[in-house]
């Protein structure tokens, strides 16, 4: 596995040249284009890393993995209620459905579902933002996982199309706190920083059942989430990434991708900061594509 990393990282690298990282958060727009890691986790609990692995990251949307995955837990079938499981075709802060579908958001992993499954959760536990780096530290098993405050500001100061979801889903009644505070705890999410390596032990819950005391280790909702990644997780490209790459996977505008094999046995996530015009990171999914297909799917 290590050399297969080492020949994935040099023939994925030179691909983030056609892309940029994510412009419209400032904090994101400074990242160093040239970064790249992958990281391979087994559930035998072998680990296997190539380029800056170790070093932390925005994880932005791939916190809506992990905080759907507590919401299952926590909140339980009334969530779907408030949220459907629907690819929404659209880019993912694109607000014209919640208007024609009258507040109900086509699927978690788009802004307005992850804004509304972040006010679930804060409804049910208002020390939440605490809580949820706190299971991240868990699942990864690192104490050091922290809030990136530079990027949660930035954010904060350009998230007026998250804001106005944010009051859609209020005006439509499926808001029950302030839509300023869910925004910006929402954004606080996105902001958690994390390496490839942190975030590929972190996922292994959706592979197999993980010792330890974090609220998702056992694993009980993998399929479904599994499901709506494959569906959903890419954004408006999640069928060109499913046919192209065929793992389960969730992206974030931080240029990290986390996937999962669990036929194979293994958590994966890359991260190059360089961007599609999409929002998807270019090499991370060149080294994903090339993961899955040396490793078989
Ligand atoms: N915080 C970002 C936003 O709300 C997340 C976008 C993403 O990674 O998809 O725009």
Redesign the pocket.
Known sequence: MQPLLERIEDAARPTAEDGLP?Q??PALARVDPKKFALAVVTKEGAEYAAGDADEPF???????LFTLALAMEWIGDSLWDRVKREPSGMR??SIIQLETENGVPRNP???AG?IVVTDALLHTRPSIAVGFRNQMRLLSGDESVRYDSEVHRS?IAT?D??RAAAFLLKAKGNLTEDPIEATNV??QF??LAMSARQLARAALFLVAPQPGDAALAKGTHALRLRAIMRTCGL?DQSGEFAFRVGLPAK????GGIVAVNPAKGYAACAWSPPLDKF?NSIAATEALALLAAETGV
């Open positions: 994510a419209y958060i925005s994880i932005q949307s791939i916190s809506k993912f802060n992993f788009i802004n992850a954010e998230g199309m998250n929402y954004f996105c902001s954004y992206s974030g505008v931080g929002g």
